[in-house]
């Protein structure tokens, strides 16, 4: 018995550091965090662009609304309309057409915005705009102007 007892706490103790690395190791599935509410929802038209996405990811608002999009993520963003590359869905002109103006009329910020900054738009057509970050164009939300 005490030929196997060197044996036996070894492998004691492999099951424990297995038990330990799989019980601190992480999940396979996908994050489910939330992304956080913006904190001055009540006050306006905010959309929160976050290291998560966008919150909220649909906003509902009234023709000549402004939409202010946030930039608390840890990188730039770029807001603008669908379909990406040319943004061309709200505007009706492409990318290379009505960002070198910088044309009112056209929902897109023209450029990327560092965290900590805001850009804002006024929303004057009623529908259903889609919109994505043109710098990571998987990562998209709504606006619907009623």
Do not use: Q
């Amino acid at each position: 018995m005490l030929k196997k007892l060197p044996i036996l706490l070894a492998l004691t103790a492999v099951v424990l550091v297995l038990v330990l690395i799989f019980w601190n190791s992480p999940s396979s599935e996908a994050p489910t965090a939330e992304i956080p509410v913006p904190e001055s929802a009540g006050e306006g038209n905010i959309v929160v662009f976050t290291d998560a996405g966008f919150s909220p990811a649909e906003l509902r608002v009234k023709a000549g609304d402004t939409v202010t999009f946030e930039n608390r993520s840890s990188v730039g963003f770029w807001p603008a309309s669908a379909i990406h590359p040319t943004h061309e869905v709200y505007a009706g002109t492409s990318l290379s057409e009505h960002c070198p103006d910088g044309g009112a009329d056209s929902f897109d910020a023209c450029g990327a915005f560092a965290a900590g900054s805001s850009w804002s738009f006024t929303f004057t057509k009623s529908g259903t705009w889609k919109y994505h970050d043109h710098l990571n164009a998987s990562r998209t939300g709504t606006i619907v102007v009623e």
